[in-house]
């Protein structure tokens, strides 16, 4: 959840949707996606929305957030109305979600079935740093009804840990790995970063392997970006550390692909792979292929029927306005049909299931056998079913096809 918000419109106070986005709903998958902003720590490369406690100043307190996002789950039931969603997938991010007791993000969980109705097949997932969670508190989020948990592992290496500013120890993702499997989630993803300054392609295949070693079901494996404002971005622009080498990270993504798969893990968007497609994440899923959701918690976002909206940032602010019984949405954007059509060829063409021809312009489709010729889009996948399917060269240069795309 990027700090800053963006520009857009005002944003009713009740939080009214426009009837032609209403009409829109139970149309496509819904999602609830909910913000925790706490850390302990902030890490050096985070541009996230998050606070430690310290940040946070008087007035705000992890004790009270819970009654909060229930409060905005129960403001997300009067916009909707009557109308079904059935929720099929919620994901509780940040920040570290797992600071906060199992009891409150089972609180959390339990309003969104109340008011909203979760699917008989939910998926259901809760981020988690290695050190935030033990045997007792991994047993208490199953019991609440948490199916699915994200581990930040990021790197098994020590020194490169150091460098991102991550506090946990790498001897202790085995441990909560197996604890999670004890308390009997079903579903188990690990997070990478590769790219980190001082990492060498040995220190990137060692995480590969022990990530390997720990048996996922998913792996999210991204490259570090340098974002303005960020610790990491002062120590670059001081000297003292190099930014990422982009050959270094094309090299680390190949090193990824083919260890994740020679381990069975499959891609199925550029920086994602699962066992199978059970597997898959079905809630970013939702992000890629332009489903709805509702986000719960400072400066998070939402969609619905082509109403995009992101509430005000800091917790202080956003308990004011859950308390004065108001949205807490700071904008919003009405989506053109244009700007949906060049959103879902931004995402949709980053999915190993790939994007329908029909999403293109005339351009666009121009553009297309050149690609081909290029190596970075399947031609048989073109040819056979018109769909744009990436290879594994146009994964790397997943931007750059986008472009030609868009024209």
Known sequence: MPSALPEGDPAPRDGSLPEAALTEVGTRPFGVYVHVPFCR????????NTYTAEELGSGVSRSTYADQAVAEVRLARRVLGDRDVSVGTVFLGGGTPTLLPP??????LAAIDDELGLAPDAEVTTEANPDSVDAASLEGLREAGFDRISFGMQSAVP???ATLDRTHDPRRVPGVVEAARRAGFDQLSLDLIYGTPGESMADWQASLEAAVGYGPDHVSAYSLIVEEGTALARRVKRGELPMPDEDDL?????????????????????????ADERARCRHNLGYWRGADWWGVGPGAHSHVGGVRWWNVKHPAAYADRIAAGVSPAHARELLDAETRRVERVLLEVRLADGMHGDVLDAAGL???????????????AWAGDDRIVLTREGRLLADGVVRDLLG
Do not use: Q
């Open 366 to 380: 121009a553009a297309v056998p050149a690609l081909v010729g290029r190596g970075l889009v399947d031609g048989d």
């Open 41 to 48: 720590v902030r890490c050096g490369y985070c541009d996230f």
């Open 103 to 108: 009891g409150d993000l089972g609180r959390i």
């Open 250 to 274: 094309a090299d680390k993504y190949l090193a990824a692909d083919e260890r994740l798969t020679a381990a069975g893990l499959g891609w199925y968007e550029v920086s994602n792979w699962a």
């Open 159 to 161: 020194h490169v840990l």
